[in-house]
């Protein structure tokens, strides 16, 4: 017995007779296929060193294939840009192409490059070095970070193009990128960054192209791509004035263009681009130029605007807050004497806003050739454009406005009756006595009525004190003759009076006071101004009155 009690190989127990027939095939089979083994062996290695070599050989054969497409592809491309040819050397792996050059006073490069290692897939980048970009332009797309990069950076310029700052963040120069950002460039930056992966910063821009080998047609537009919005982007040789003009007056979003102007007439207010800027967008003759623009417009050239202005506040197409403020901008700039030349033209405009502002304007100018311009406009003015009129009456018109404002006492609306009742009580005869008094009754308990009752009788104080020596109580309507209607002094407090205004009148009162009492009383009651008072209705007045 051998070791670990199994058999010798010599023992009588391995022998043909040992063992049955069907155990000996298998002892025989088992020791050819050992006898055989070192064969086999060499056989594998021999046919997988064959197939390593033919594999290997494919590969080289078609890497030498891309090599040479990739050398034909990139000295192609080199020979389309104008660029030179060079190969780099790199560390165990093939030399790869560069493209380089300058290109006007841009300088062009174009590399392979593997960012994540030898064995991921590389891409092609094109960097273009600008040395006009706008100072400290920077370039990128907005993603979820974005907000609290602001934290850090500030926020970024806003153009006014709604759909541009919803995708692309930048920051720089507020005037030096409003004026490079026509409408091209903003929709050639916002490919260049959002569909192709693009950025700008530190006076270049770069693009990344996800293959090693493009073709030669892909690499040279992609590089023209580059180089045409690098450009665009570029101050060189460019005026920001300039554009910033161009762009106030030429861009179809109206938001961009206001800022535009805003940004010029702040930075470069007085320079020859800012007034050309103006004067093309408050222009009579522009076309689809938005109100604010036209306002801004119109006031950035200063006297010169004032009735490009005037012309705004009248523009019906205009919205009511833009001519309203037009208005505002005249009445704070425009010197009296030339002011309501200005307004008076806005009297009648369709826009209660404009109108109002207008009136209230002129009313405090008290100018008097405007008189007749305003009792016009009041009689087809809406409500409240005609109480700033009934307001204003008083200070142009002076006594004359008594008339008119009489008129606007019997409106239907309370606000223009209560605006007439102020003017009377400050311009007011006696002829307005009684009409005050009738469009208020006593004992309405509305409101507006109970405001307008007050009004009117604060009116009628204020007529009273008007008269020389007319104490509270003493105030008396004078009889129908002659003067009508006029005031006159009682001789006591509560007492009625009738002045009589001709000479035939105050003869025949002094007769009648030289009379003794029982005379008077034979005179009969038709003899006196008083009882003539009585009949022509005057004696309810004055008692309402006093």
């Known amino acids: 017995m051998g070791a670990a009690g199994v058999p010798a190989k010599d023992s009588p127990m ?3 007779e040992s063992l049955p027939p069907a155990g000996w095939k298998s002892y025989g089979a088992t020791r050819t296929i050992v006898a055989m083994m070192p064969a086999i062996l060499m056989t594998a290695f021999t046919v997988g060193l064959t197939l390593i070599l033919l594999l290997d050989l494919a590969f080289g054969t078609r ?4 090599r040479a497409q990739s050398e034909s592809t990139w000295s192609d491309a080199a020979r389309a840009l104008g660029l030179q040819m060079e190969h780099r050397k790199r560390f165990l792996r093939s030399d790869s192409p560069v493209l380089s050059g300058k290109l006007g006073a841009m300088t062009v490069t174009v590399t392979e490059e593997r960012p994540g290692g030898p064995s991921q897939p590389g891409l092609v980048r094109i960097v273009v070095e600008v040395p006009d970009l706008p100072s400290e332009l920077t370039v990128g797309r907005e993603n979820l970070t974005t907000p609290l990069m602001k934290v850090v950076t500030g926020n970024d310029v806003q153009t006014g193009h709604p759909w541009f700052d919803r995708e692309i963040l930048i920051h720089g120069g507020e005037g030096e990128i409003l004026a490079i950002l026509d409408e091209t460039t903003r929709r050639q930056l916002l490919r260049f960054v959002t569909a192709r992966g693009g950025a700008v910063g530190k006076g270049r821009l770069v693009l990344d192209i996800g293959q090693v080998i493009p ?3 892909l690499l040279v537009s992609s590089v023209q791509e580059v180089l045409e919005l690098a450009r665009r982007l570029s101050l060189a040789g460019r005026s920001v004035p300039g554009l910033l003009r161009r762009n106030a007056v030429e861009d179809s979003i109206a938001d961009f263009r206001r800022r535009c102007l805003q940004t010029l007439l702040g930075a470069y207010a007085g320079s020859d681009d800012a007034r ?7 222009a009579p003759e522009a076309k689809g130029v938005p109100a604010e623009l036209r ?3 119109a006031k950035g050239l200063g006297e010169e605007g ?12 205009a919205e009511e807050e833009v001519r309203a403020r037009g208005v505002d901008h005249l009445v704070a700039c425009v010197p009296a004497g030339r002011l309501p030349g200005l307004l008076d033209r806005l009297l009648e405009v369709g826009c209660p806003g404009v109108e109002t502002r207008a009136v209230r304007a002129l009313g405090k100018l008290g100018h008097a050739p405007s008189f007749q311009r305003l009792v016009a406009a009041g009689r087809r003015a809406a409500p409240a454009t005609a109480a700033a009129i009934a307001e204003a009456l008083a200070a142009v018109g002076g006594p004359a406005a008594e008339a008119p404002l009489l008129e606007f006492l019997k409106s239907a609306d309370v606000e223009v009756q209560i605006a007439a009742a102020g003017s009377l009580g400050r311009i007011g005869s006696v002829h307005a006595v009684e009409p005050l008094l009738a469009c208020a009754p006593a004992g309405a308990w509305f409101a507006q009525t109970s405001r307008l009752r007050q009004a009117a009788q604060s009116a009628v104080a204020a007529i ?19 003067e009508s209607g006029s005031l006159a002094l009682a001789p006591e407090a509560g007492a009625i009076s009738f002045a009589e205004r001709t000479v035939e009148g105050r003869e025949a009162a002094a007769m009648r006071d030289a009379q003794p009492e029982s005379a008077g009383e034979e005179s009969g009651p038709d003899t006196t101004a008083e009882s003539e008072g009585r009949k022509k209705g005057n004696e309810p007045i004055a008692r309402r009155v006093s």
């Not at 020389?468 to 004078?478: N, P």
């Open 464 to 482: 009273q004190s008007r008269l020389a020596g007319a104490e509270a109580g003493r105030l008396s309507v004078a009889e129908s003759g002659g």
């Open 276 to 282: 050309e800027a103006c004067r093309a967008l408050a």
């Open 14 to 16: 391995w022998s043909r």
């Open 306 to 317: 004032w009735e490009r202005m005037a012309a705004l506040a009248a523009a019906r197409d």
């Open 295 to 297: 306002f801004l417009a």
């Open 63 to 66: 890497k030498k294939a891309e």
């Open 215 to 217: 073709s030669t047609q």
